[in-house]
């Protein structure tokens, strides 16, 4: 058991935004203590794992990450963020050696179950301090059961130092042990693909370029309004809709949680898949029944819980969206976006697949949880691919440039 600090608790005690347009006011945001460190997960190679098909595991692994060190630090409460094929978390220092023990113990799952290697970082924010970079949050009041973090700051600072193969060797953490290591209690993948009620699927990074903070909440108020003008009341252009939310059968989709979550042997990989398997089809039956009888309340209440709780928007110095939406739309949103682009204002990457994916985090059953939506496909990982190929053509460099 670690000893609580005094820090411990700050990312708790933050007041809650109630909106989340509220992310557009840098004073909404608090620096983390200068004794926390971030963590920064991906899983390298991703995009030819998603260009084998294998978009699930990737995402899985990015999910694996932020329950393997929330279920590690209860009851400390940890910001995170879900970035598709990787995580970004901050913890307080008297969880750094647990936290670092759990990402070896789940660097050896990943590359033991699904021959993936997964990147971890651990970075003093006492660095960055000292590099006139620092990091902030802030809590949004997504719904009574998620509290959803967004950061700002110099993120992608440290995500460029991770990766120079020089600069990044000091904080990367490269060994691998067991993987009993790392408890993955509530890392779930159990709903159906949900396509697209317009056609379309857009998963979407959007980057402020402007060095001021006041400009660059002008460029998000400014896209937010666009949003608005084109798409109208955000529920239009949820990716995921309370009718979709449907539970799966295939034991394929299954198999992705099995392998992950059971321990390393073909017996009990098979028994945690024909028990989740069974239970699925059981809820199938039960909701079945409920229908004919005229009402379905549990069915009901749960799956307008997972609607509530869905993460479809987020911040972390860019702006990450899932969008359903038709052509058209999509086509005068990309117009708008490469105007700003080409007016130096933003930088973005989206990628457009058919049908939305869910991968959950639920740690009470009708309680607290969080359901992780990306696009199909290869989403938010083919975005940021997009997104940084824009940045080299420009000729920029995100180093410093969030909101502070």
Known sequence: MNALH?????????????????????????PLPDDWYLVITDVVSSTQAIAAGRYKEVNMLGAASIV???????????????????????????????????????????ASTYQ?????????????TTRHQSVSVARIEVDEHYIQAAFSGGLAYVENILKDPVAGAAFLVTETSTPEAADLRGLECRWKDMASRHGEIISLIVRPMHQEPASRALTLRQFFAMIEQIYAPDRDYHPVSFAQLQTTANPRTLMIESSLRARPNALARFDYLSRIWAMNILVGLYKRYQ????????????????????DYRKFDGALRMVIASTPAQRMQLET???????????????????????????????????????????GYALAAQALKQRLSGSGLMVITNEIR
């Open 336 to 378: 708008y976006l490469e105007a700003q682009y080409q007016h130096g204002d933003l930088v973005y990457g989206l990628h457009i697949t058919d049908r939305a994916i869910l991968t959950c985090l639920v740690f009470e059953r009708m309680g607290r949880q969080v359901h992780l939506v990306d696009g199909a496909d290869g």
């Open 116 to 128: 993936l290697d997964l990147r971890v970082g651990i970075v003093p924010l006492s660095l960055l």
């Open 6 to 30: 005094q820090s411990d608790d700050f990312y708790l005690q933050l007041p809650p935004l109630r909106d989340f347009i509220a992310i557009t006011d840098p004073h909404n945001f608090t």
């Open 68 to 110: 393997a060190l929330l279920n590690m630090a209860d009851p400390v409460d940890l910001p995170f963020i879900f970035g598709g094929d990787g995580a970004t978390l901050a913890i307080p220092p008297t969880l750094v050696e647990s936290a670092r023990n759990v990402l070896v113990a789940l660097r050896g799952l990943a």
């Open 291 to 310: 229908i004919l009888t005229g009402h379905a309340p549990w069915w009901d209440s749960y799956r307008a819980l997972a609607f509530r709780t869905t």
